[in-house]
């Protein structure tokens, strides 16, 4: 299984960006780097994804190191909305010709207000 | 409208008996998917169908048995409900097959399954 290492808990203040780091250190050539936020008694809610290239949208940015085997997701600014569970996943091949993400225990980011 | 929906939002029944969770996408998706989070709230995938076939089915029960009408609904049916079984099921769909690693995966808000 292709693998992800995140830390188990953040704080932020509100209106602060956030950097939320993820190690992947064995990742391959091919595989997606994906984030995902759960929100308290909800279900995942995809934030971005990206392979090689710095990427952004209207939730957030998602740097990726050079060598891919790290990645950060930035949060600009914080609000309370924020505060949930975040996970970073590698899409990667499950055999079968199919992929799939696969979650790992993620980040809880906790917004002060 | 809710672009995936699962039905019921929550579901406290006894052991040994058979209950279905249901699920619905709107989004015009070709696969859907039955992810199980435990009580340590891991994310697990269970089954993953395209277009009503099944193309993904993990280290699961025999209990557990999904069914798809058509490409809208992946129903999970659960024979002899057991204690171990009590936890949040989420139905998700993305548009195209998992072979496209780009994929975005849409969730739905979970049945919270409690088994006594």
């Known amino acids: 299984d292709a693998k992800t290492t995140q830390p188990n808990s953040m704080e932020s203040n509100e209106e602060e960006p956030v950097h939320l780091p993820c190690n992947h250190s064995?990742?391959?050539?091919?595989?997606?780097i994906h984030w995902y936020r759960q929100l308290p008694s909800q279900g995942p809610e995809y934030v971005i994804h990206?392979?090689?290239s710095n990427v952004n949208n209207r939730m957030a940015s998602l740097a990726i190191a050079e060598d891919r085997k790290s990645s950060t997701l930035i949060l600009h600014r914080a609000t309370l909305r924020d505060a949930a569970v975040y996970y970073c996943i590698l899409y990667a091949y499950s055999g079968a010709g199919s992929y799939q993400l696969t979650f790992g225990k993620g980040t809880k980011l906790s917004v002060i207000p | 409208d809710t672009a995936v929906s699962q039905t019921p939002k929550y579901l406290v029944t006894q052991m040994g008996n058979d209950k279905s969770i249901k699920c619905e996408q709107n989004?015009?998706?070709?696969?859907m998917y039955w992810y199980k989070q435990d009580s340590k709230k891991f994310l697990k995938i269970m089954f993953s169908y395209n277009n009503k076939e099944l193309i993904i089915n993990e280290t699961v029960p025999n209990r557990f048995s999904p069914k798809s009408p058509d490409k809208a609904h992946l129903n999970l049916h659960i024979n002899s409900l057991e204690l171990g079984d009590s936890a949040v099921y989420f139905c998700a769909s993305s548009q195209d097959k998992t072979a496209r690693r780009n994929e975005k995966l849409f969730f739905g808000s979970g049945t919270q399954l409690s088994v006594l």
């Open positions: 990206g392979l090689t």
């Open positions: 989004l015009g998706h070709d696969t």
């Open positions: 064995t990742i391959s050539g091919t595989d997606y």
